[in-house]
C-alpha cells in the first residue's frame, strides 16, 4: 500500500488490481459470487473465523470483489484500512450501532445529510443523547462536549446550503479531548481533501456519489486513518483485541457492523464503484470548474436572489474552503427572486434531470424543502437554513456551455 501511496491517486487506483496479482493477468478484479468459502484444513478455518488469518468466511463479511475496492479507497484516503457497505447510509449506521452504547453522547453538525440527521434522531430515541452544533464554529462544538461524549460527527461540506465545517479545529480538540472525529468525506471525496489531515480518525464515504460517479450502483465506506487510539476507546470487545491496536475499530465495524447488521456490499456492486473510481479526479476537475462558472454566471442573474457555493467569495467560509480543499465541489444551491416560482423554473430545465441523487456525471437540480427535506418540518429546515424557494443543483460532467445555457433559457 505504501507503494501505491508514493504514486500518484489515479496511477494509484488504476494499478492497485494487476498489482495483487490476479489470475490470468486480468486488469480487474473478478467477480466473486460465491457466498461460502471452503477450506480443506479445518485449523485454518477456525484461523480465519478468529482473525488469525486472512481469508473468506462468509459472503456477509465482504468479498474479495469488495476487498480490492476496499484496497483502492484506503490508498485514496491514505488510511490503514476500509470497510465497504452497501450503501453510505449503512456505513454510518454501523459506526453508530457498532461503536457506541447507550448512553454514548454523540455531538453533531447541525448541517448534516438529510437521512443521516434522520438516523441520528432514530438513536437518540434507543438512548444514545446527540446534541447538533453549528459545525462551522469550533466553540460551538466544544460547548457540547461533556464526559460522555465518545464522537464528533461532522461533513467537509454540507448538504444542501454548502456550510463548510471548521474541520482543522475541531480535529484539534478531538485529539486534545481523545474523542473519537468522524468526518463524511462524500461532498470534496478523497480527490479534493483527506479528512486525514485534519486528524479525522474515522472517514466515510458514499462511494455512490462522486466516487462511483455513474449513478449505477450504492455503496458506503469506512476508512480508518490510524490517528484514533483505540486503546483509549472503552467499548471495543476484547474478541478483538487480538490484533494489533491500530486495526480494532475496523475489526469492530467489519464483525458488528457487517456482520450482525448485514449491510453487505454485493461483489457487482463493487465493480461498478471500482470502475467509476478510476476516473475519479478527472471529473471532479471537471465538475468543480462546471460548478464554478455556473455560480459565478448564476449571481450575475437578475433573477437569482442568492447563491451558495464555497467557491464564492460571498461564501462565510470562502477562505477556509480555499486553504483545506483542492476544489470547491460539485453541489450549490441557489434561490430565485421574490415572485418566481421554483417549480415552473425547473420545469423548463432541458438538459438538467429533476433528481434527488448527487455526484453523477449527469447535472441534477431539486427543490429540496418540497422532497429530501420535507418530512423534518419547517423548524428544524429553518435550523439547517433551507428556505422553502431553495433549488439544490448537483453539477455534472456536461460541456459548459450547454449547462450555462440552459439555466439561461429557463430563466429568461
Ligand atoms: C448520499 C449521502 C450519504 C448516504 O449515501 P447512500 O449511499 O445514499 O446511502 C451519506 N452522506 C452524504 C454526505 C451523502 O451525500
Not at 315 to 342: K, V
Request: aromatic share 8%; net charge neutral.
Amino acid at each position: 500500500m505504501s507503494d501505491e501511496i508514493k504514486r500518484g491517486f489515479t496511477t494509484a487506483i488504476l494499478h492497485s488490481d494487476r498489482d495483487a496479482a490476479v489470475e490470468h493477468g486480468a486488469l480487474h478484479k473478478p467477480l466473486h459470487l460465491s457466498v461460502a468459502y471452503g477450506y480443506r484444513d479445518a485449523r485454518e478455518l477456525a484461523a480465519v473465523f478468529q482473525g488469525r488469518a486472512p481469508g473468506y468466511a462468509y459472503g456477509r463479511q465482504g468479498n474479495p470483489t469488495s476487498a480490492a475496492l476496499e484496497a483502492k479507497v484506503t490508498a485514496m484516503e491514505g488510511g490503514v484500512g476500509t470497510v465497504t457497505f452497501a450503501t453510505g447510509m449503512a456505513a454510518i449506521g454501523a459506526i453508530m450501532l457498532a461503536l457506541f452504547k447507550a448512553g454514548d453522547h454523540i455531538v453533531s453538525s447541525q448541517f448534516v445529510f438529510g437521512n443521516t440527521s434522520s438516523l441520528l434522531l432514530t438513536l437518540e430515541a434507543h438512548g444514545h443523547p446527540v446534541t447538533f452544533v453549528d459545525a462551522t464554529d469550533v466553540a460551538a462544538v466544544e460547548a457540547a462536549l461533556t464526559p460522555a461524549t465518545r464522537v464528533v460527527f461532522v461533513e467537509t461540506i454540507a448538504n444542501p446550503r454548502v456550510q463548510v465545517a471548521d474541520l482543522k479545529r475541531i480535529g484539534d480538540l478531538c485529539r486534545a479531548r481523545g474523542i473519537l472525529y468522524v468526518v463524511d468525506n462524500t461532498m470534496t471525496s478523497p480527490w479534493l481533501f483527506r479528512p486525514r489531515d485534519v486528524g479525522a480518525g474515522l472517514v466515510v464515504n458514499a462511494l455512490t456519489k462522486y466516487i462511483g460517479g455513474h449513478g449505477n450502483a450504492l455503496a458506503g465506506a469506512i476508512t480508518d486513518t490510524g490517528a484514533f487510539d483505540w486503546t483509549a476507546f472503552p467499548n471495543i470487545a476484547d474478541a478483538y483485541k487480538g490484533q494489533p491496536p491500530r486495526n480494532w475499530g475496523l475489526q469492530q465495524l467489519r464483525k458488528k457492523g457487517l456482520r450482525d447488521w448485514g449491510g453487505t456490499l454485493a461483489a457487482e456492486q463493487a465493480h461498478h464503484i471500482a470502475v467509476g473510481a478510476e476516473t475519479l479526479a478527472l471529473r471532479m476537475d471537471r465538475i468543480c470548474a462546471n460548478a464554478l462558472a455556473l455560480a459565478q454566471w448564476l449571481q450575475q442573474q437578475p433573477q437569482v436572489r442568492t447563491v451558495y457555493y464555497p467557491g464564492l467569495a460571498t461564501h462565510p467560509q470562502h477562505a477556509l474552503a480555499s486553504e483545506l480543499f483542492r476544489g470547491f465541489g460539485g453541489l450549490l444551491s441557489f434561490e430565485l427572486a421574490d415572485g418566481l416560482d421554483p417549480f415552473d423554473f425547473l420545469n423548463r430545465l432541458k438538459v438538467v434531470v429533476l433528481s434527488s441523487n448527487l455526484g453523477d456525471n449527469r447535472t441534477l437540480a431539486i427543490p429540496v424543502a418540497h422532497t429530501i427535506y420535507h418530512e423534518m418540518g419547517a423548524e428544524r429546515r429553518a435550523a439547517m437554513g433551507i428556505a422553502d424557494s431553495l433549488i439544490r443543483i448537483s453539477v455534472g460532467i456536461e460541456d459548459r456551455d450547454d449547462l450555462l445555457g440552459d439555466f439561461g433559457q429557463a430563466l429568461a
